[in-house]
């Protein structure tokens, strides 16, 4: 009897272990996250711009097959996948074409959004074209942009992800710096490249601000993407290009891949 009821105790307190174990490891690593829907939101680096093989059917979103969301979407084989993100989309294009989508069963929601609000590609076109001083005043007028308007733009789009998708665990990605300095490189010089790099810097700052001020992860590709910029010899981000001039300063596939993929991983 005594023997019986040991076997019986020590049985309980291993199914009692195994239930805790259980339940810390699906606290870690988001369960609903990896079975629930995925929806991937946002503009062109989350489209996929710059990586080739776009979807015909996605038409000017120009979302690719090689992008981190469809990536992801490959390797662990959500309950569903919507891929809504768009080229050119802005945090005000996110609230009226993308959000369809979020549910109650949505386990993860991805978003980069920002970039396009700040004015990136006409900083990118001043600074090809213009005078460094005039580059430096266009980089000033978006970074005012950044600190004034941006926050409030970005606490909408949040708040609606929230409200929709209430389950969701949602990934903010960045954006990466663009050029290697104190390299020898043809094209901008190193005063508009450093310019351009510190309002990287800033965005990813505000950005990563509102996003935890929403309780959301945000992924920083910086790191990833360190040793990949522009003027790097191994660059992950096109930098001009005449031929196809919308996906200049994109990531590449590899920056894709290397760059943004691993960022979403470790943040699930």
Known sequence: MRRSRL???VSSLLL???AALTGATAAHGSPLAATGGYVALGDSYSSGVGAGGYISSSGNCKRSTKAYPYLWNAAHAPASFTFAACSGARTDDVLANQLGGLNSSTGLVSISVGGNDAG???VMTTCVTSSDSTCLSRINTARAYVDSTLPGKLDTVYSSISSKAPNAKVVVLGYPRFYRLGT???GLSETKRSAINNAADQLDTAVAKRAAAHGFVF???RTT???HEICSGNSW??????LNIGESYHPTAGGQSGGYLPVLNGAV
């Open 16 to 18: 009692a272990a195994g």
């Open 225 to 227: 993407f360190g040793g």
């Open 120 to 122: 990136f590609a006409d």
């Open 237 to 242: 981000l096109h930098s001009l290009s005449l």
């Open 7 to 9: 076997v019986v105790f």
């Open 184 to 186: 020898l490189c043809l």
């Open 219 to 221: 992924g920083d590709v």
